[in-house]
């Protein structure tokens, strides 16, 4: 058994030297090289077809080696540059909110910044749109990043969506068809809405004026926000 395991890992070895997209190969020789033990091997492995030239431009590559180092508890900082090279391929990936949290974390301002371009580029999609844990991150951290007086970062995201969000994300029809569907949705949407558009915002002036005992301290406390963080308020 031993020795069918040996020279079909020596077969997957030779194979994934050639130039291709051989990824349930990569998967399998690597499970089979962490299951005997052999992680510097498994690491090389992907971090070549990763970063190997010859290999083409696949963004399972990155995942695959994000996947192994977080197994092993590698650094932030390494994580963070593997998931910034699959954030180049594809923004709208799923490990885009776990990238995004990661450089929250980070001591670093540069990845403060990326973090909120981040969110704005994986909310860019329309497979994202009701993803209700974007919008709350997006509004946590439009707040946090405006407290930290760099409106600026702001400013440079929405400046290349305003002619488009709001019809993409912000109109009078998505505000009544994602109340009726997911109301902590809307009120998530609605306080990003305003923040980006003011309370002039279709969105927000319609989910504002709801009234629902469940959500209306929610509802509340999100106009106190908008009032107080929108960046059409020329007083902030």
Same mark, same amino acid.
């Given at each position: 058994? #031993?020795?069918? +395991?040996? &020279?079909?890992?020596?077969?997957?070895?030779? /194979?994934?030297?050639?130039? %291709? @997209?051989? *990824?349930?190969?990569?998967?399998?020789?690597?499970?089979?090289?962490?299951?005997?033990?052999?992680?510097?091997?498994?690491?090389?492995?992907?971090?070549?077809?990763?970063?190997?030239?010859?290999?083409?431009?696949?963004?399972?590559?990155?995942?695959?080696?994000?996947?192994?180092?977080?197994?092993?508890?590698?650094?932030?900082?390494?994580?963070?540059?593997?998931?910034?090279?699959?954030?180049?391929?594809?923004?709208?990936?799923?490990?885009?909110?776990?990238?995004?949290?990661? #450089?929250?974390? +980070?001591? &670093?301002?540069?990845?403060?910044?990326?973090? /909120?371009?981040?969110?704005? %580029? @994986?909310? *860019?999609?329309?497979?994202?749109?009701?993803?209700?844990?974007?919008?709350?991150?997006?509004?946590?951290?439009?707040?946090?990043?405006?407290?930290?007086?760099?409106?600026?970062?702001?400013?440079?995201?929405?400046?290349?969506?305003?002619?488009?969000?709001?019809?993409?994300?912000?109109?009078?029809?998505?505000?009544?068809?994602?109340?009726?569907?997911?109301?902590?949705?809307?009120?998530?949407?609605?306080?990003?809405?305003?923040?980006?558009?003011?309370?002039?915002?279709?969105?927000?002036?319609?989910?504002? &004026?709801?009234?629902?005992?469940?959500?209306?301290?929610?509802?509340?406390?999100?106009?106190?926000?908008?009032?107080?963080?929108?960046?059409?308020?020329?007083?902030?």
């Amino acid at each position: 058994m #031993l020795d069918h +395991s040996w &020279k079909t890992s020596v077969n997957l070895g030779a /194979l994934i030297q050639i130039p %291709g @997209v051989w *990824d349930p190969f990569v998967k399998s020789y690597v499970e089979m090289l962490e299951f005997y033990g052999d992680q510097d091997g498994a690491r090389e492995v992907l971090t070549n077809y990763a970063y190997d030239e010859k290999f083409p431009s696949n963004p399972n590559d990155h995942i695959y080696l994000y996947n192994f180092l977080k197994r092993e508890k590698a650094p932030r900082e390494k994580l963070i540059s593997v998931l910034k090279i699959l954030y180049q391929i594809v923004t709208s990936h799923k490990l885009m909110l776990e990238f995004h949290r990661l #450089l929250r974390k +980070s001591e &670093k301002e540069e990845h403060h910044k990326l973090g /909120l371009e981040v969110l704005f %580029g @994986v909310l *860019d999609f329309a497979g994202c749109t009701k993803n209700i844990t974007a919008w709350k991150y997006l509004a946590k951290y439009l707040r946090q990043t405006l407290m930290g007086s760099h409106l600026a970062w702001v400013q440079e995201e929405w400046s290349s969506r305003k002619n488009w969000w709001p019809g993409f994300h912000f109109s009078y029809f998505w505000a009544k068809s994602d109340w009726k569907e997911d109301k902590a949705l809307a009120c998530e949407k609605a306080l990003v809405a305003g923040v980006l558009s003011g309370k002039g915002c279709r969105y927000f002036r319609y989910i504002s &004026k709801q009234d629902h005992q469940v959500f209306r301290k929610k509802i509340k406390r999100m106009k106190k926000l908008v009032k107080k963080y929108s960046i059409i308020n020329p007083g902030l």
